[in-house]
């Protein structure tokens, strides 16, 4: 089945302990996107890429990383979570084309105290 | 980038269609205008997708008037499942855009 995979699905943690939230996508697909969604504020972008090695930031990157070294996986890293990074997020892959959808994850749940 | 603004909210009986507006007065020439449809605690999920005139799918139709300065999707004859979170995204693929959304409430 063609899907994007996130893990863990909830997360709690406290201030200042390093965490990676997993994402893996089976459709060989060229882009991903990792997104917060926060009460009143829709879905913003912290960081996508287009491709292997090839990261961008989105709208929201301060206290993130990322990486792509594999085209199917894209992991998001909190190298010092704070309070303010609780959110629900997401993870998308698209082919990349312009016309091409996103495919999201089921997203996580992140509560950082 | 082009910022959208859509309604916050909106309600409507089952069986009625249902029109939500997105305007983008910025949009790119490069820009496609894509909606997505959202239940609570999960993903987003792609309904359709236009850049110009008229799309339909199986779920909805998508208006696009010439300017490309807004944008309507239809949802025909609603149901209680439709009751969802709708976004409105504009953006070439790299760096996309979401509205903020419109809570769609559908009443029996």
């Known amino acids: 089945e063609a899907q994007v995979t996130q893990n863990p699905r909830y997360l709690i943690t406290v201030t200042g302990k390093k965490l990676t939230v997993t994402c893996s996508q089976n459709m060989n697909h060229e882009y991903m996107s990792w997104y917060r969604q926060d009460p009143g504020l829709g879905l913003r972008q912290i960081y996508y890429s287009m491709n292997v090695e090839v990261t961008d930031k989105g709208d929201v990157p301060e206290g993130y990383k990322v990486s792509r070294k594999e085209k199917r996986n894209f992991p998001l890293i909190l190298e010092s979570p704070s309070p303010n990074q609780t959110s629900l997020y997401f993870c998308?892959?698209?082919?990349?084309?312009?016309?091409?959808?996103?495919?999201f994850g089921n997203g996580t749940r992140l509560t950082v105290t | 980038l082009a910022k959208t603004t859509q309604p916050i909210s909106m309600d409507s009986y089952e069986g009625q269609e249902v029109n939500i507006t997105c305007s983008h007065n910025n949009i790119a020439t490069n820009d496609y205008i894509t909606w997505y449809q959202q239940f609570p605690s999960q993903g987003p999920r792609f309904i359709i997708q236009?850049?110009?005139t008229k799309v339909t799918n199986e779920v909805a139709s998508l208006f696009i008037p010439a300017d490309r300065k807004s944008s309507t999707l239809s949802l025909p004859r609603v149901s209680l499942s439709d009751t969802a979170v709708y976004y409105c995204?504009?953006?070439?693929?790299?760096?996309?855009?979401f509205g903020i959304g419109t809570k769609l409430q559908v009443i029996p």
């Open positions: 998308a892959s698209s082919l990349g084309s312009p016309n091409s959808p996103l495919h």
């Open positions: 236009g850049y110009k």
């Open positions: 995204l504009v953006g070439y693929y790299q760096k996309v855009t």
